[in-house]
Protein backbone atom coordinates (compact mmCIF):
# COMPACT_ATOMS: atom_id res chain seq x y z
CA UNK A 1 0.00 0.00 0.00
CA UNK A 2 1.12 3.26 -0.78
CA UNK A 3 0.94 6.29 1.63
CA UNK A 4 0.84 9.90 -0.12
CA UNK A 5 1.75 12.42 1.91
CA UNK A 6 1.16 15.88 0.33
CA UNK A 7 1.95 19.30 1.49
CA UNK A 8 4.22 18.29 4.15
CA UNK A 9 7.37 20.37 4.55
CA UNK A 10 9.24 18.95 7.02
CA UNK A 11 10.33 15.22 7.73
CA UNK A 12 7.86 13.13 9.38
CA UNK A 13 7.06 10.01 11.47
CA UNK A 14 4.69 7.08 10.80
CA UNK A 15 3.55 5.47 13.50
CA UNK A 16 0.85 2.91 12.61
CA UNK A 17 -1.62 1.41 15.45
CA UNK A 18 -4.48 -2.06 15.22
CA UNK A 19 -7.86 -1.42 16.33
CA UNK A 20 -6.70 -1.86 20.22
CA UNK A 21 -3.57 0.93 20.42
CA UNK A 22 -1.04 -1.18 20.26
CA UNK A 23 1.64 -0.06 17.82
CA UNK A 24 2.72 -2.37 15.37
CA UNK A 25 5.16 -0.21 12.87
CA UNK A 26 6.86 2.81 13.50
CA UNK A 27 9.28 4.48 11.29
CA UNK A 28 11.06 7.60 12.05
CA UNK A 29 12.67 11.10 10.10
CA UNK A 30 11.00 10.31 6.79
CA UNK A 31 11.25 13.04 4.37
CA UNK A 32 9.67 11.04 1.10
CA UNK A 33 6.12 12.39 -0.04
CA UNK A 34 5.05 8.54 -0.72
CA UNK A 35 5.65 5.88 1.67
CA UNK A 36 5.43 2.02 0.81
CA UNK A 37 3.28 0.10 3.83
CA UNK A 38 4.19 -3.21 4.09
CA UNK A 39 1.18 -5.29 3.95
CA UNK A 40 2.38 -8.73 4.49
CA UNK A 41 3.13 -8.81 8.35
CA UNK A 42 -0.60 -7.43 8.87
CA UNK A 43 -3.57 -9.11 10.14
CA UNK A 44 -6.59 -8.10 7.76
CA UNK A 45 -8.21 -5.77 9.37
CA UNK A 46 -8.51 -1.57 10.71
CA UNK A 47 -5.39 0.63 11.32
CA UNK A 48 -4.71 3.78 12.22
CA UNK A 49 -2.07 5.63 10.80
CA UNK A 50 -0.82 8.94 12.14
CA UNK A 51 1.59 10.71 10.55
CA UNK A 52 3.50 13.12 12.90
CA UNK A 53 5.64 16.60 11.88
CA UNK A 54 6.87 18.93 14.51
CA UNK A 55 4.16 20.91 13.47
CA UNK A 56 0.68 19.02 13.51
CA UNK A 57 -0.54 15.22 14.10
CA UNK A 58 -2.70 13.66 11.99
CA UNK A 59 -4.39 9.99 11.91
CA UNK A 60 -5.87 7.95 8.95
CA UNK A 61 -7.38 5.02 8.45
CA UNK A 62 -6.07 2.01 6.43
CA UNK A 63 -7.91 -0.83 6.17
CA UNK A 64 -6.24 -4.13 5.12
CA UNK A 65 -8.17 -6.62 3.26
Do not use: M
Not at 15 to 27: I, S
Amino acid sequence: TIVSIPNIKSNYTLTLYDVTGQKVLEKEDLSERTYELERGLLSKGIYFLEIKTEESKQFKRVVIN
